[in-house]
Each structure stands twice: as C-alpha cells, then as structure tokens.
C-alpha cells in the first residue's frame, strides 16, 4: 500500500457516460497530480492541485474536469466519453511539488465500450 | 519536445547480468527522477538525482546524470527475476510537474 488511495480500481462504462474518479494522497501531502496513461504510452499529464488549488494543467480534454477538496482528496470527472479515453488514470502525491518523489496509486483502469 | 528519448524500448537479460537503461532531454531540467512500474500496476519511485549531481546510488542501482549530454542512465546490477518490469524515467524542467518518457520494458530471464 503506496498510501495514495485510488477508487474504483476498475470501471466499465458506455460511450457518452461520464465517471467520476477518486484519489486520496498519502498523508501529509498537500500537491496531487493525474495522468492517463494509454496502451503503449507513456505517462500524460493531465492536471495537478496544490492545497486545493490547481496549479498545473496538461493534456487535459474539456470534456475533462478535476478538483481537490478541503480534506485534500481528489476528482477527476471524465464525461462524453469515447472509445478512446480507456486508459489507466493514476493519481499521484507529493509533499514539495516537483523537488521530491511522487507517491502513485494503483490507477483505474478504464475501459468505455 | 522537451521529453527527449528514452532508450531502449525494451531489453531482454539473463539473470545475474546488469541491465542499463537511458534516458535524454532537451531542455535544462530541476531534477530527474526514475520510477519502476510493473504490468498495470502503479509507478514506484526509486531514485532521484538532481541537477548539481553526477551519480547516485540506492541498493542494486546506480544512477548517473550527465547534464552537457543532457542524459542519464539506469543501471540494475546483478539482476533478478523480480526485476521485471518497466522502467521510466521522469523530467523535472523547473516547474512542478514530472515529465515522462514511454519507458523501457525490462525482462529478466532466468
């Protein structure tokens, strides 16, 4: 257990839904960051937050959104999803944005049919 | 683009033997960082060397920074079947947020 807490682990869903993806970052860390990662890709990075504000924005699609609350825990919200945003979404934490490791979860994976 | 090569894309060793892996940027990086990942699963963190270093060292791993190549490289001595995995490395150009290459798949074979 990394300490980052991801749900659901797994989701299928129908083009045109929309999800909505949870992240906890391990205690004590104030930054978050999510990325999508796709088969045969690498990481993209998507959108970060640092004590509830964003602070960083990637590749990120308009029809995606995200958010981190006053307890520090994250959304990603992903709708009229298509085909081609099956991915793994993982969320990572760090204490001191960008001069330390980051601490990921175990992601979603994804898989919009 | 700033992210650079990582290479190779995939390298296949007999137990025992020493794995090497690269990774090139283009651009001044903060720090570089190398993260292992094993199918599907998160990315671990295994070490990071900043830009004022040239070498670091954590177990069965050494990391070297070359910073007029704008490179690094991975080595995994003494390799074992649990080292199976990929291995990415990941960029820090200043700002906050890591910048990752595609990764090397690495296979052990015993």
């Known amino acids: 257990d990394s300490g980052v807490t991801q749900t659901p682990k797994h989701l299928i869903t129908a083009t045109g839904q929309r999800v909505t993806l949870r992240c906890s970052p391990r205690?004590?860390?104030?930054?978050v960051y999510w990325y999508q990662q796709s088969l045969d890709q690498g990481l993209q990075f998507l959108i970060q937050?640092?004590?509830?504000?964003?602070?960083a924005k990637g590749n990120i699609l308009e029809r995606f959104s995200a958010q981190q609350f006053p307890d520090l825990h994250s959304e990603l919200n992903l709708s009229s999803l298509e085909l081609g945003d099956s991915a793994l979404y993982f969320c990572?934490?760090?204490?001191?944005?960008?001069?330390?490791?980051?601490?990921f979860g175990s992601g979603t994976r994804l898989t919009v049919v | 683009s700033q992210q650079g090569e990582e290479d190779p894309q995939a390298l296949s060793i007999q137990e025992g033997e020493n794995a090497t892996m690269n990774c090139s940027y283009k651009?001044?990086?903060?720090?570089l960082q190398w993260y292992r990942q094993n199918s599907g699963r998160g990315l671990v963190h295994l070490i990071l060397?900043?830009?004022?270093?040239r070498e670091k060292h954590s177990g069965r791993l050494r990391v070297t920074l070359d910073t007029s190549k704008k490179s690094s490289s991975l080595l995994i001595t003494a390799s074992r079947a649990a080292d199976t995995a990929s291995y990415f490395c990941?960029?820090?150009?200043?700002?906050?947020?890591?910048?990752f290459g595609t990764g090397t798949r690495l296979t052990i074979i015993p």
């Open positions: 990572a934490s760090s204490v001191a944005a960008g001069r330390d490791g980051y601490t």
């Open positions: 990941a960029r820090n150009f200043g700002n906050e947020k890591l910048t």
């Open positions: 060397i900043r830009s004022n270093e």
């Open positions: 205690s004590g860390d104030l930054s």
């Open positions: 937050y640092y004590n509830g504000e964003e602070r």
């Open positions: 651009t001044s990086i903060n720090n």
